[in-house]
DNA sequence: GAAACGTCAAGAGCATTGCTCTCAATTGTT
DNA sequence: AACAATTGAGAGCAATGCTCTTGACGTTTC
């Protein structure tokens, strides 16, 4: 797999090469639709090798195994949700940060209704036995919290964000370390309490999704599902220290 | 399963019905060990049928099938931490009702990350082909926001409830007709604004736990878990209306 | 051009799973 | 004691993940 997506960034040199890159597309793409179909936990090898019109031993010859799969799977799910996520903050004017925050949270959430088992993939109970390997999944699932922390702090420094009432500001000191931790690692002006806000806000945003996705609220205790949410994320950008309209 | 919760109920007469409840309590007991080391997905009834020290097919004399295991095991897991947020709730003051909102949140908290397998099988991603019946899943699963809208009204009747700022008062019309309909079913005085803030606690609640449990915070950003939750349950506290201390 | 090498798919095989069926034994009731 | 209900054992079917060997194919090199 690493030898692939080197070559994938190299230009595909030699026939062999491309028919490797594109014979493992194919299996992602495949894995893809059986994941949307079936869940993750019920991902198997052996019926992608029957999509893929192969015996089921000869996907082992692109995939290691069933954990490389969903691997791949992760990061291609990652990658969507962070392209449209992106695609939704820079249509709107790029100094409209709550235009720009109020776009982030309607990109999540019409993503993960999109493509519930993906988003369960990501965000819901852990795969048993399955554990991600961060060297691969650390920066395509960090692109919505940073692009969330980037719209904050740009509002921030336009003075845009006025800083949340005193006794929500206090913060114990080490969660205060915390903090700088995350200030210093990516270079952030926007002072502490804004900063732990940020950070309920970003569970807040995921919570509220997990619970319509996952099928928390009753099967009929809500009809208008949008306006609670429009509603949910105005609240949130009150509590991310965006002033009302 | 049904006969058994029945006789259950009546006090097992014959030393028949008493030795069956006692296999399929055993059953539940050993499938939620099973739970907790492997999670929900890799549950397997040959290894309950193992350990209870008799041949796989034996056990279908008690449970009809898997998905009937995962029902029993998320009726319990659900009583379980329902008892768990009332024992919290219960030790504080009755009028103390920002106190047993506290409460409520640490309950929750504790449990999931005491008993993480359990907590993704109630709040996770579901499991693929299984769909919990709602006649015996629906009073288990709704014991805490039930308790949650009971501290809410209560506190709200007794005044310690402001209503939340006017942007977030102002509820669209097919919105408004959910929350009154939630308003008459469970006959609560709380206004729309509130109910809607509720329901964002409430997510946000279980957002921020979900995150802890199913790691989706990196392994060393947040040393100071306690704290940042602590911070996290102020904030939701002054969102569901309660003042400052 | 032919030989050596690397790559690939097929198939058999092992251990695992959920679940059904039949048969024998145990147990409680009459 | 005889009967009937209940229970456990075992075989069996269709799946799963994964490994290994075998034979065929393509590419590279001499």
Redesign the pocket.
Known sequence: MSDAAASAETSLR???ER??AQ?IADIVRLGREHLAAHGAAA?????VA?DL??????V???V????ELLTLLLVDAYNDLGDAVDAAVNAEAEHDFAGRFGALGLAVRGWALREPARYGLLFGSPVPGYRAPASQTEAPGTRVIYSLVGILDAAYRAGELTAPPARAAVVPSALAADLEAIRAGLGLAVPDGLIANGVLVWTSLFGAVSFEVFGQYGADTFSARDQLFEHHLAVLAGMAGFQGS
């Open positions: 030699t026939p062999r028919a490797r014979t991902l198997s090898l052996r019926a029957r019109g192969v015996v089921s031993s000869a082992y010859r692109y290691a195994n069933r954990d």
